[in-house]
Each structure stands twice: as C-alpha cells, then as structure tokens.
C-alpha cells in the first residue's frame, strides 16, 4: 500500500469508530425495536478451512453473520447475511450455542455451526476480504470475542450458553486490531 493510501484508511478510523463508539455506548436496537438484539453467525468450516471476514468499518477478522430483518427466522437471515458477505450459499448443521454480551455493543449473538454448499468465494462492500484459515492458524487480528465461538464451532460443542461482559479491554482491544489491520492494509496474521 502506497504512503497516501494508508494515511487515507488510517484517516477514516475518525468517522469509522466515531460511529461505532455512539452505537456502542447509545445502544442499538434489534429490527423491532426491541432493545435485547439478536445476531446470528456462522462457524463455517469446508476442505479449505474456517472462513473469516474483514468488515469494512472495523477491520479485524470476524465470523460472517449479522442482524435479522422484521418477521425473518434465524435461519434464513444466517443463510442471507453469508450469501450477501462471502458469495457461499450455506448449510446449518446445528445450533453452537448463544454468547449474551453485555456492556459495549450488547447483544445476544446466536452462533451457529455451518458448511458451505455453493457458490463462488467474493468480497462484498460490507465485507471486503474474505479468507479462508486453516483452524490452527486463525490470525491474532481475530476480535477476541470470537474465539470462544469459533473454538466452539470448531470442537462439535452444542448447547454452549455463555454470558460475557465487554468493557474497556473489550474496546482496547478491537481499536488496537482495527489499528494494525488498517496499517498492514488488512494482512496482519
């Protein structure tokens, strides 16, 4: 990356976190308004590895999933968002388990263990990298809070009900990932 590329991508972590910090602290609200959101993401795991993303607002490395619209099952969002931000039609094979995250961002993320069916592997503008990892070697620019999923996921474990408070370490963190993502323009491991 050129030297004005990266003070361009460095320059939008003002906007980008600004935005992220009113969400965060403000709170956000599930499709209806109700205030205990729910998203669903996935644990995909094919020949070639787990599959992991890059968000284009918080760069760091995360499991594809996202929100539920009005009226739309779990299942049918997971299978949308995938599609919408890696190009792979997916199969739920069954339920991981439900992480409740209090604090910064609160939220219940239901995760769900996955395998890819078709499709061909693109970014889209939500995601725009996406790789797959071997499942030794998943990168240390991976947000903390889906290790444990992705552990999880990668164990066969089912049923895992998990409740997880995100305070200042939380947020250090993910500022110090989107960081070195950013200045290596998205290929620290």
Not at 43 to 69: K, S
Not at 133 to 143: I, K, M, Q
Request: include cysteine; proline fraction near 6%.
């Amino acid at each position: 990356m050129s030297g004005a590329g990266r003070v361009l991508r460095l320059l939008r972590i003002v906007p980008d976190h600004t935005r992220t910090a009113l969400w965060g602290f403000l709170g956000h609200r599930g499709p209806s308004g109700e205030k205990d959101r729910v998203v669903v993401q996935a644990v995909i795991q094919g020949d070639a590895g787990v599959l992991l993303t890059v968000r284009q607002d918080l760069r760091g490395w995360e499991l594809p999933g996202g929100n539920l619209e009005p009226g739309e099952s779990e299942e049918a969002a997971l299978v949308r968002e995938v599609l919408e931000e890696t190009g792979l039609f997916v199969e739920i094979i069954d339920l991981v388990g439900e992480y409740h995250r209090t604090g910064f961002l609160p939220h219940r993320a239901r995760v769900y263990r996955c395998r890819p069916l078709s499709g061909d592997l693109r970014p889209s503008d939500e995601t725009p990298v996406v790789r797959w990892f071997a499942p030794e070697a998943v990168p240390s620019t991976l947000f903390p809070w889906y290790r444990g999923p992705l552990a999880d996921g990668l164990s066969g474990a089912t049923g895992v009900a998990l409740h997880e408070h995100q305070g200042l370490g939380a947020i250090w963190d993910g500022f110090r990932i989107d960081l070195v993502m950013r200045w290596t323009d998205d290929e620290a491991a």
